[in-house]
């Protein structure tokens, strides 16, 4: 008798101890699907000024929206498609502004969380300045 009580509560042991793995497995695989989102936004924001970038990772391309609202300028939101190049990312920004279309080239270089943006001569990616002190945040996306 005492040999199957103890085979009884040495085989609820081993059903606690999986169920315990499978849940940390579980966890483990959340956390890791978390950290490989396809989807990731980035915010610059004063008391005046805004800028929220949303980029959708689709294989090596990317897409998304893009949004400035800057003091004295016009707003203007509108989409990106491009990819990354190493830690660059290069799109074509199709945008609204003033009730005109318009699509200018943009590029982000992606800083840890974060993304700067340049300007410059995109004919040559390498002669890009950085705007540092406009650096945007990872945020949670809305």
Same mark, same amino acid.
Do not use: W
């Given at each position: 008798?005492?040999?199957?009580?103890?085979?009884?509560?040495?085989?609820?042991?081993?059903?606690?101890?999986?169920?315990?793995?499978?849940?940390?497995?579980?966890?483990?695989?959340?956390?890791?699907?978390? =950290?490989?989102?396809?989807?990731?936004?980035?915010?610059?924001?004063?008391?005046?000024?805004?800028?929220? %970038?949303?980029?959708?990772?689709?294989?090596?391309?990317?897409?998304?929206?893009?949004?400035?609202? %800057?003091? =004295?300028?016009?707003?203007?939101?509108?989409?990106?498609?491009?990819?990354?190049?190493?830690?660059? %990312?290069?799109?074509?920004?199709?945008?609204?502004?003033?009730?005109?279309?318009?699509?200018?080239?943009?590029?982000?270089?992606? =800083?840890?969380?974060?993304?700067? =943006?340049?300007?410059?001569?995109?004919?040559?990616?390498?002669?890009?300045?950085?705007?540092?002190?406009?650096? %945007?945040?990872?945020?949670?996306?809305?």
């Amino acid at each position: 008798m005492k040999v199957i009580i103890f085979l009884i509560l040495a085989s609820l042991s081993a059903s606690c101890n999986s169920q315990k793995n499978d849940a940390d497995k579980t966890a483990s695989q959340q956390v890791s699907t978390k =950290e490989a989102s396809p989807i990731n936004c980035y915010s610059y924001a004063t008391a005046t000024d805004t800028i929220i %970038l949303k980029v959708i990772h689709v294989g090596s391309s990317i897409t998304g929206t893009l949004v400035y609202s %800057l003091k =004295e300028k016009d707003k203007n939101k509108g989409t990106i498609q491009g990819n990354m190049r190493g830690d660059l %990312l290069v799109a074509d920004y199709t945008f609204m502004s003033e009730g005109i279309q318009s699509t200018r080239q943009v590029a982000f270089k992606k =800083e840890g969380n974060s993304f700067v =943006e340049g300007y410059g001569d995109f004919k040559n990616l390498n002669s890009l300045n950085f705007n540092t002190s406009m650096k %945007l945040i990872e945020v949670a996306c809305q």
